[in-house]
């Protein structure tokens, strides 16, 4: 009997450990397919690829990542599975002071449970009951009833010793503990996250630098030929409006770069102003590639335009669009345009140009799936910032519409 008990457990164990270096295999796999794609790395994709082949290992019913804040304040959803049915909210905040086990999580308090709802454990925590469990909120409670939500698994990453993420598994059923391979998966799969997280924000950083790397030279040109030219008095007005787009670009520049480890904090902004800063900005990326025979339009303009979020991100949005809607312009020629107003809650930016859209791709970019780097850093900040984008195809003419909440004050 006990020869054959011993076989079972070291069969069962052996079955275990196939399955999870299976698992971790088809995570790799994964990421280095999207490595190689034309497209560059997307954590989103990976995330909704990877995801679903774990499900059968905990009878899954929803995961998702969370980013921790830098003063540890807030958790920010940056992906979850499933994505349709709004399960999923990507960019809502939530106040990490009414989360019990995110407290736990980051050891901003001591456990004092007596383990009967929960298991804390040195790598994760695994809540068996989340209805009786006083780590769950009572909001969340509510949630999980409502998802059937039976079992929550909690799994916290690090770098360098520091908490930055969390990812979550909810199963339907009441798991009562995992397995050491199930928890090394997890964890696996998280550190492979991180790391193509951190090559997907390398990636948008450097693609964004174009604009305003091109605009600084030339208005870095424009300075010295006046500066050259003598006659600084006449010239100080236009040397100092000069001076100040160098000093915001850089400064933006060192905002990008930042950006691969923080995006700073939210803040109210008149949208307006953003945006006709960085048609200026495109203005002059414009004249650097030696475009012709495109007329630019500003106006009109809603003047009290104000929204909440990451001013790098905002800024992001406006250069993409802008860059993309210049390419889209015929050889011929056309007409680029810009304006804002108000629809309801919400503050709308619009962007115009000459050149027809596709179907096909109009569908494609409102899915989150358009071709190039510069409309997938859109989409995912626009959710980021709880904006959403329409795209309308005139006769010859293609307009995209962003909005944002307008901000409503405390």
């Given at each position: 009997?006990?020869?054959?008990?011993?076989?079972?457990?070291?069969?069962?164990?052996?079955?275990?450990?196939?399955?999870?270096n299976?698992?971790?295999?088809?995570v790799?796999?994964?990421?280095?397919?999207?490595?190689?794609s034309?497209?560059?790395?997307?954590?989103?994709?990976?995330?909704?690829?990877?995801?679903?082949?774990?499900?059968?290992?905990?009878?899954?019913q929803?995961?998702?990542?969370?980013?921790?804040?830098?003063?540890?304040?807030?958790?920010?959803?940056?992906?979850?599975?499933?994505?349709?049915?709004g399960?999923?909210?990507?960019?809502?905040?939530?106040?990490?002071?009414?989360?019990?086990?995110?407290?736990?999580?980051?050891?901003?308090?001591?456990?004092?449970?007596?383990?009967?709802?929960?298991?804390?454990?040195?790598?994760?925590?695994?809540?068996?009951?989340?209805?009786k469990?006083?780590?769950?909120?009572?909001?969340?409670?509510?949630?999980?009833?409502?998802h059937?939500?039976n079992?929550?698994?909690?799994?916290?990453?690090?770098?360098?010793?520091?908490?930055?993420?969390?990812?979550?598994?909810?199963?339907?059923?009441?798991?009562?503990?995992?397995?050491?391979?199930?928890?090394?998966?997890?964890?696996?799969?998280?550190?492979e996250l991180?790391?193509?997280?951190?090559?997907?924000?390398?990636?948008?950083?450097?693609?964004?630098?174009?604009?305003?790397?091109?605009?600084?030279?030339?208005?870095?040109?424009?300075?010295?030929?006046?500066?050259?030219?003598?006659?600084?008095?006449?010239?100080?007005?236009?040397?100092?409006?000069?001076?100040?787009?160098?000093?915001?670009?850089?400064?933006?520049?060192?905002?990008?770069a930042?950006?691969?480890?923080s995006?700073?904090?939210a803040?109210?902004?008149?949208l307006?102003?953003?945006?006709?800063?960085?048609f200026?900005?495109?203005r002059?990326?414009?004249?650097?590639?030696?475009?012709?025979?495109?007329?630019?339009?500003?106006?009109?303009?809603?003047?009290?335009?104000k929204?909440?979020?990451y001013?790098?991100?905002?800024?992001?949005?406006?250069?993409?669009?802008?860059?993309n809607?210049?390419?889209?312009?015929?050889?011929?020629?056309?007409?680029?345009?810009?304006?804002?107003?108000?629809?309801?809650?919400?503050?709308?930016?619009?962007?115009?140009?000459?050149?027809?859209?596709?179907?096909?791709?109009?569908?494609?970019?409102?899915?989150?799936?358009?071709?190039?780097?510069?409309?997938?850093?859109?989409?995912?900040?626009?959710?980021?910032?709880?904006?959403?984008i329409?795209?309308?195809?005139?006769?010859?003419?293609?307009?995209?519409?962003?909005?944002?909440?307008?901000?409503?004050?405390?």
């Amino acid at each position: 009997m006990a020869n054959r008990l011993s076989f079972v457990v070291a069969r069962k164990k052996i079955l275990s450990t196939y399955k999870s270096n299976e698992k971790k295999q088809a995570v790799v796999r994964h990421i280095f397919s999207e490595l190689g794609s034309r497209g560059g790395i997307k954590v989103m994709e990976i995330f909704n690829r990877i995801v679903p082949e774990l499900a059968d290992m905990v009878n899954l019913q929803s995961c998702a990542l969370f980013a921790i804040s830098n003063d540890l304040d807030r958790i920010i959803l940056e992906a979850g599975y499933p994505t349709d049915g709004g399960y999923h909210s990507i960019g809502k905040t939530f106040p990490i002071g009414k989360q019990p086990v995110f407290e736990i999580l980051l050891n901003l308090r001591d456990y004092r449970g007596d383990g009967v709802y929960e298991i804390v454990a040195p790598s994760y925590i695994l809540v068996v009951e989340p209805q009786k469990s006083r780590l769950i909120s009572e909001d969340f409670r509510r949630f999980c009833a409502v998802h059937n939500i039976n079992s929550i698994l909690y799994i916290p990453l690090d770098v360098d010793g520091d908490v930055s993420h969390v990812m979550t598994f909810d199963a339907i059923d009441q798991k009562l503990r995992y397995t050491d391979d199930e928890i090394d998966t997890f964890l696996f799969l998280g550190r492979e996250l991180m790391k193509a997280q951190k090559i997907e924000r390398l990636d948008d950083a450097l693609h964004d630098f174009k604009n305003p790397a091109m605009a600084t030279a030339g208005f870095a040109r424009r300075l010295k030929t006046l500066i050259e030219q003598g006659g600084l008095d006449e010239s100080r007005e236009q040397i100092l409006r000069y001076a100040d787009i160098l000093v915001e670009e850089t400064s933006r520049l060192q905002e990008l770069a930042m950006s691969l480890y923080s995006v700073g904090e939210a803040q109210v902004a008149n949208l307006t102003d953003v945006l006709r800063r960085r048609f200026e900005i495109n203005r002059e990326a414009i004249k650097e590639q030696l475009k012709q025979n495109i007329t630019l339009e500003e106006g009109p303009f809603d003047e009290e335009l104000k929204v909440s979020g990451y001013m790098v991100h905002m800024e992001r949005i406006f250069d993409n669009l802008l860059n993309n809607a210049t390419k889209a312009i015929p050889l011929k020629g056309g007409v680029l345009s810009i304006r804002t107003y108000r629809d309801g809650d919400w503050a709308c930016a619009e962007i115009t140009n000459t050149g027809q859209i596709s179907k096909e791709d109009r569908i494609k970019i409102l899915e989150g799936e358009g071709e190039g780097r510069g409309l997938y850093i859109t989409y995912r900040i626009v959710r980021l910032l709880k904006g959403k984008i329409d795209v309308v195809a005139g006769k010859d003419v293609t307009t995209f519409r962003i909005y944002f909440p307008i901000y409503q004050p405390s």
